[in-house]
């Protein structure tokens, strides 16, 4: 599966952005997806994920109540809502599908249960 982001840059404290990740490959529909971000200096960490069917979704306590996770199956595309961006969201940003399907382990954001990824996105928050 291929998977491309696109959508990051760089705003001001305090503002939006909304990365995308395009799929193909494989039936999108029943993999649950997920996006982590990679600062410098710091290792990958989770930051939201969404079920195959989308009716579960989690978060990092770190972005709870800015960034919001969905998908459009139709569209083959999952998308990462991000308000309020402070310069700790500062990251590169990736994309991730879950190595099976029809999992739901993979809804907690472990980095191992993830085996495709996208190439990132840079996300930048200037104070």
């Known amino acids: 599966v291929q998977l491309v982001e696109s959508g990051g840059g760089v705003v001001q404290a305090g503002g939006s952005l909304r990365p995308s990740c395009a799929a193909s490959?494989?039936?999108?529909?029943?993999?649950?997806m997920a996006w982590f971000r990679h600062a410098p200096g710091k290792e990958r960490v989770f930051v939201a994920a969404i079920s195959w069917s989308g009716d579960d979704l989690r978060y990092s306590d770190s972005v709870k109540g800015r960034f919001t996770i969905f998908r459009d199956n139709a569209k083959n595309t999952v998308y990462l809502q991000m308000i309020n961006l402070k310069p700790t969201d500062t990251a590169v940003y990736y994309c991730?599908?879950?190595?099976?399907?029809?999992?739901?382990?993979?809804?907690?954001?472990?980095?191992?249960?993830?085996?495709?990824w996208g190439q990132g996105t840079q996300v930048t928050a200037s104070s």
């Open positions: 490959g494989r039936i999108f529909t029943t993999y649950t």
């Open positions: 991730a599908g879950d190595s099976e399907p029809f999992q739901r382990g993979s809804i907690l954001g472990r980095l191992r249960d993830f085996g495709s």
